[in-house]
T-cell receptor
Framework: DAGVIQSPRHEVTEMGQEVTLRCKPI?????LFWYRQTMMRGLELLIY????????DSGMPEDRFSAKMPNASFSTLKIQPSEPRDSAVYFC??????????????FGPGTRLLVL | SQQGEEDPQALSIQEGENATMNCSYK?????LQWYRQNSGRGLVHLIL?????REKHSGRLRVTLDTSKKSSSLLITASRAADTASYFC????????????FGKGTSLLVTP
């Protein structure tokens, strides 16, 4: 398996522009997570899906952020309009449910976003 | 949401030495995981220890869990330069579904 795939790997945009980050989870995984990593705040969970349904979006910073999962093999995280403080590395991760809960998450390589 | 906190924030050792990193958390958990992140890369799962386990080994890694103290430690024995990375603990809070809360990590530097 190719692992979790994210695109683009790097994105540079100007303030006010729309940014769309993409993720393809590992085939067969029924959980998908979006995280944001910054030096100041560390790794923050933004939102996660189970079987394509958003379960917890309490980490989404504000209405400028939205995430969708139209099918089991694709998810997007959109920022509109983008602001310089959105600059961070955004990770997508996927996992599969097993007894006991909280199983291993597999991370993509991340998208490094810079908003000028 | 509660987070694990790693200690120390940074650690520098020489090849062959052992490296110990600690993690403390605040609420009851189902399990605790350790992840590694190489510079510019995604996180990679290292080991998972469940709340009813006290110690677990995987190759050169040894993890302990003390639920009474709400703490865990990760020991890397006979370290190598390739172990240079950031190490994160992640807790699966018992009422949070399958979401994980990550600490800010320990940055480990292993010099030849």
């Amino acid at each position: 398996d190719a692992g979790v795939i994210q695109s683009p790997r790097h994105e540079v945009t100007e303030m006010g522009q729309e940014v769309t980050l993409r993720c393809k989870p590992i085939s067969g995984h029924d959980y998908l997570f979006w995280y944001r990593q910054t030096m100041m705040r560390g790794l923050e969970l933004l939102i996660y899906f189970n079987n394509n349904v958003p379960i917890d979006d309490s980490g989404m910073p504000e209405d400028r952020f939205s995430a969708k999962m139209p099918n089991a093999s694709f998810s997007t995280l959109k920022i509109q309009p983008s602001e310089p403080r959105d600059s961070a590395v955004y990770f997508c991760a996927s996992s599969t449910m097993a007894s006991g809960g909280g199983e291993t998450q597999y991370f993509g390589p991340g998208t490094r976003l810079l908003v000028l | 949401s509660q987070q694990g906190e790693e200690d120390p924030q940074a650690l520098s050792i020489q090849e062959g030495e052992n490296a110990t990193m600690n993690c403390s958390y605040k609420t009851s958990i189902n399990n605790l995981q350790w992840y590694r992140q190489n510079s510019g890369r995604g996180l990679v799962h290292l080991i998972l220890i469940r709340s009813n386990e006290r110690e677990k080994h995987s190759g050169r890694l040894r993890v302990t869990l003390d639920t009474s103290k709400k703490s865990s430690s990760l020991l890397i024995t006979a370290s190598r330069a390739a172990d240079t990375a950031s190490y994160f603990c992640a807790t699966d809070a018992s009422n949070s579904g399958y979401a994980l809360n990550f600490g800010k990590g320990t940055s480990l530097l292993v010099t030849p």
